[in-house]
């Protein structure tokens, strides 16, 4: 015959289910730190694409500033270029 307290825990925790914990065969910490390295690689990856993302707005802000030099200078050449028909 059955205890009391047996009937109990077969109730609480059905067959196959693990209850919110790790199943037996693999173990918590196992579990955690496969879970670590995968949050490491996403973090990497994210890091990455920030990188990548970065580089190409400081070679946009590169180019956009070399282009207004360039501007400013062409048009600095146009404005001594009709001071001096002016004077001529």
Known sequence: MTSPTQVIKSRSTPSGATNG?????ESPVASGM???????????ESLSQARSRAHRLVMALRRRRK???LVTNTL??????KLQEAVG
């Open 76 to 81: 600095a050449s146009l404005r001594e270029l």
């Open 34 to 44: 496969a879970d670590l390295i995968q949050e490491a690689k996403a973090l990497h």
């Open 21 to 25: 914990h790790a199943p037996r065969n």
């Open 67 to 69: 282009h207004d030099r």
